[in-house]
């Protein structure tokens, strides 16, 4: 689990990235990312649709192993408020390193990870 201050949890919060981000794309994986006004650490949602996967407990596993490759990275450039969104689903079993690099090459090309 991530700590509260690198957590988005307000839906406000999400649209705000839809609506003032552009898209950065890698393997399986999106990425948004809005700079902050503030300094403050950076911020991360995470949206898997029913889409993907109509079981709760697949999303759900597909879920912790983004949240677990985020906090791996940590710590990232303070000041940004990011969501990480799955566009096609990745064989199960869900496979750590896979995803890991997925999230790592899109936050390198928005900006986020040097």
Same mark, same amino acid.
């Given at each position: 689990?991530?700590?509260?201050?690198?957590?988005?949890?307000?839906?406000?919060? &999400?649209?705000?990235?839809?609506?003032? *981000?552009?898209? /950065? &794309?890698?393997?399986?994986?999106?990425? @948004?990312?809005? #700079?902050?006004?503030?300094? #403050?650490?950076? %911020? &991360?949602? /995470?949206?898997? *649709?029913?889409?993907?996967?109509? @079981?709760?407990?697949?999303?759900?596993?597909?879920? @912790?192993?983004? %949240?677990?490759?985020?906090?791996?990275?940590?710590?990232?450039?303070?000041?940004?408020?990011?969501?990480?969104?799955?566009?096609?689903?990745?064989?199960?079993?869900?496979? &750590?390193?896979?995803?890991?690099?997925?999230? #790592?090459?899109?936050?390198?090309? *928005?900006?986020?990870?040097?």
């Amino acid at each position: 689990m991530l700590s509260k201050q690198n957590r988005l949890q307000k839906d406000r919060e &999400f649209s705000k990235v839809f609506r003032s *981000s552009r898209p /950065f &794309f890698a393997g399986n994986i999106v990425v @948004r990312a809005m #700079k902050r006004p503030d300094s #403050k650490p950076s %911020r &991360f949602g /995470f949206v898997i *649709s029913n889409k993907i996967d109509k @079981r709760a407990t697949r999303r759900n596993a597909l879920k @912790r192993r983004l %949240r677990s490759s985020v906090r791996e990275l940590l710590p990232l450039k303070d000041g940004f408020n990011v969501v990480i969104m799955v566009k096609q689903n990745y064989p199960f079993p869900y496979q &750590f390193d896979e995803i890991k690099e997925d999230v #790592k090459e899109a936050l390198i090309k *928005s900006q986020v990870l040097l």
